[in-house]
Structures are given as C-alpha cells and as structure tokens.
C-alpha cells in the first residue's frame, strides 16, 4: 500500500513539474536559466528512478547535460573516470550503501572545485544542516518543485547563472 502512494505522490510531482507555474497578480513569471546547451555536465544520483527521469528532464530542459545514475558506487566511476568534466554533483542522500553525504565527500577528495547538492526527504538532519555551513553542499527537500532544483543548481554552479526568480528573496 505505501509502495502504491509513494508511486502517486511520485506521478504527481512528475506531473506538476511541467505544468505552468502561477505566480499571482502583479508579478512577473520567469522562464527558468537556458545556459548554453552543454556548458555544465551534472551527474545525478538517486535510486529512485522515477526521480532520477524526473530531474533528468527538468535539467536537459534547462539546458545542462546530465549523467545519470540510480547507484551511488558507480556515481564515483563516473566521477573518478572524468573528475573535470564534472561540474555539479546532484545526489539523493540516503541511498543503499553509500549516503550522499559520503559521496560528495569522496567526490571532493577527488576534485574540490565540484559543486554539490544533496536532495533529500529530511532536510533537517544535523549532519547536512553542518554540512551546508560548511559549504561542502547545498541541501534542498525532496519532492522539490522545477525552480527549487533549478535555483540550488544556479547557486551551487556559481555567479553568472540567472534563477528562476521564483524563490525565496
């Protein structure tokens, strides 16, 4: 029974992704950030795969190029095989094996410059809330709307990148 909600709620959120966003009287909606297709490579990691298609395609939408992968060990091939081709690090954090924030972690020992978010449905745990002080990476919840993950990724990737304008000031 909980395997049939978490597919709903899952649906739902894939649904409502790509419906248009209202923004109320007076204010102006913004069309999310269209870098230059391929400018940023973003590897995403989550072993749900219904939310790894669903940030796939909000992320291609946008313009990145996305590497995907439901499996935290073999993110770190990824990773290891092309630490500079990788510009930001997408990852679910409780995930079989490995938890995301030992993945980025283990991402950074290999190449400090890459940026990083992890997505997750407790974002108040005590070790990502240290985890974000220490700027080793931004935390977002999950579900997540379009221009969450788009903004996150704005921050994470650095200046230079518009948001969405639809968070928080």
């Known amino acids: 029974m909980l395997s049939a909600i978490k597919q709903n709620r899952t649906k739902e959120l894939v649904e409502a992704s790509y419906e248009p966003l209202s923004m109320g009287a007076g204010v102006k909606e913004e069309k999310a950030p269209k870098p230059p297709d391929g400018r940023f490579t973003i590897l995403l990691v989550d072993n749900e795969p219904a939310l790894v298609r669903l940030g796939k395609s909000i992320l291609e939408k946008a313009g990145y190029s996305v590497r995907d992968t439901a499996d935290p060990f073999e993110a770190l091939r990824i990773f290891e095989a092309y630490p500079a081709g990788i510009d930001l690090i997408i990852t679910d954090h409780v995930m079989p094996g490995l938890v995301g924030l030992e993945l980025i972690k283990r ?63």
Do not use: Q, W
Request: hydrophobic share 45%; glycine share 12%.
């Open 107 to 169: 991402a950074k020992a290999i190449h400090p410059g890459v940026g990083t978010i992890i997505v997750t449905a407790n974002p108040f745990l005590d070790c990502l809330d240290e985890a974000e002080k220490a700027g080793l990476a931004k935390v977002i919840g999950k579900p997540y709307f379009r221009y969450e993950l788009l903004d996150a990724v704005s921050a994470a990737l650095g200046p230079g990148l518009p948001e969405t304008g639809r968070g928080a000031p």
